[in-house]
């Protein structure tokens, strides 16, 4: 699935399904809210921010739908 920044995408939390945007696309490591994440070109991660709570979190671009 191809996501572009900007779209909107779907997502799983232990609270329940969330939607929101994808803010920005990751294909290196990178460090955020103090968690380091090993992205890459062929695991890309997204920086989504929620709809609802305005909330950024980091997820593999494999957990998200559009």
């Given at each position: ?10 997502w ?11 803010v ?43």
């Amino acid at each position: 699935m191809a996501i572009s920044t900007g779209d909107t995408v779907h997502w799983n939390t232990s609270q329940g399904r969330t939607t929101g945007k994808a803010v920005e696309k990751r294909v290196v490591e990178f460090t955020f809210e103090g968690q380091t994440f090993r992205a890459s070109k062929d695991e890309p991660y997204w920086i989504v921010e929620s709809s609802k709570t305005g909330a950024r979190a980091a997820h593999k671009e494999s957990s998200l739908e559009g």
